[in-house]
């Protein structure tokens, strides 16, 4: 890995902007497919895996963040699965940090489970890790277990500790769910608040097939937003992270809260980031299947030319906006793939 930092991809190529003029400044990286949870929303519980051959590298993943980083984007997230199971992720991490240092990026950051952070937060912190989004979707141990099937919730709050105490700051992400954990919404807004962290919910997202039916799980925010307002008094901000939340600011509590609802409020009018899977494959947009292979270009050769064409071309075919629907009638999913493969 030490050779990673003498890559230099080609920045004779402008920035990059999509057919409906947004700039593409935010790429969220999926560092593998594989999660040391089975969240019921996300995964079936006997999930098959990528074979692991058919992953980029570390190296190939550091070439391909940093020619993005060359054609403008100002912010990396890497995502999963769960990105801390990643064999030598802290190597890649430590590498793609030489961008924060140089000034073309703004923001390296992650989404994590919070399962491993116990054991990586203060490396985060040195590494250039100032700020985490880790998915947290109760309170309940047991209803933790029940949500995660696999997950240990005393490591979860152990990791949480841990990036306080390194100084990293965390969102709390909770998908909200009808008849699982809508009566923890306040409770959840409460600890968020309390540590000094900002919350988002999350409305259930059509993807991949589960054992389940997602027209159970779904809830409006619209309807959760109309009961907090009944106890909580919530200021609209014109916040933005480079994501897809709208935040408020719960007056009582002085805490940030954020709404992301991707099937009640379609947010792609300012839609400015790609993601790109654990195998090269670049997706333009979450909510749709067309996607550009970019591990050929990327392995055809030493130099960038032939990677960098094959990203404007990718670009240029980004869409307006998703097609994220729940399926009443068939109870299928928008979108076959599973999050944990697009990244989520």
């Known amino acids: 890995m030490a050779d990673m930092a003498s890559l ?4 004779n190529r402008g920035p990059l902007v999509d057919p409906f003029a947004r700039a593409i400044t935010y790429l969220r990286v999926s560092v593998t497919d594989r999660c040391d949870f089975r969240c019921v929303y996300c995964m079936s519980e006997n999930m098959t895996f990528l074979p692991k051959r058919d992953l980029l590298t570390l190296e190939e993943l550091d070439r391909l963040c940093s020619a993005f980083v060359a054609r403008g984007v ?3 997230r890497l995502t999963g699965g769960e ?3 990643r064999r030598n992720l802290m190597d890649l991490i430590r590498s793609l940090s030489r961008h924060l240092d140089a000034g073309t990026l703004e923001e390296l950051t992650l989404t994590t489970n919070g399962s491993q952070l116990a054991r990586f937060a203060d490396d985060l912190r040195q590494a250039g890790v100032r700020r985490l989004n880790v998915s947290l979707d109760t309170l309940d141990p047991d209803r933790f277990k029940a949500i995660t099937r696999w997950g240990d919730f005393s490591k979860v709050m152990d990791g949480l500790r841990a990036a306080e105490e390194a100084g990293i700051h965390v969102k709390i992400n909770m998908v909200a769910l009808r008849d699982v954990n809508a009566d923890e919404i306040e409770t959840m807004l409460a600890f968020c608040h309390e540590r000094g962290h900002d919350l988002t919910l999350i409305e ?3 993807l991949g097939d589960i054992e389940g039916d997602r027209t159970d799980q779904f809830l409006p925010l619209s309807e959760v937003r109309r009961r907090l307002e009944t106890r909580y008094t919530l200021d609209d901000l014109p916040d933005r992270t ?3 939340a709208r935040y408020v600011r719960v007056r009582e509590t002085g805490g940030r809260l954020g709404f992301i609802t991707p099937l009640t ?3 792609c009018e300012s839609c400015n980031r790609v993601r790109l899977t654990c195998t ?3 997706y333009m947009c979450l909510g749709q299947e067309d996607a550009a292979d970019l591990r050929a270009p990327l392995r055809a050769s030493e130099g960038d030319e032939a990677l960098h064409a094959a990203i404007d071309e ?6 307006k906006g998703h097609d994220f629907i729940i399926d009443r009638d068939r109870q299928a999913p928008a979108v076959s793939r599973h999050m944990s493969v697009t990244g989520g």
Not at 8 to 11: E, F, G, I, L, Y
């Open 242 to 244: 480079g994501g897809p």
């Open 314 to 319: 990718a670009i240029a075919r980004k869409p």
């Open 204 to 206: 259930t997202m059509p």
């Open 280 to 282: 090269g494959t670049l």
């Open 8 to 11: 230099n991809p080609d920045t």
């Open 74 to 76: 100002r912010k990396l």
């Open 265 to 267: 409020h379609n947010f």
């Open 83 to 85: 990105p801390l199971v």
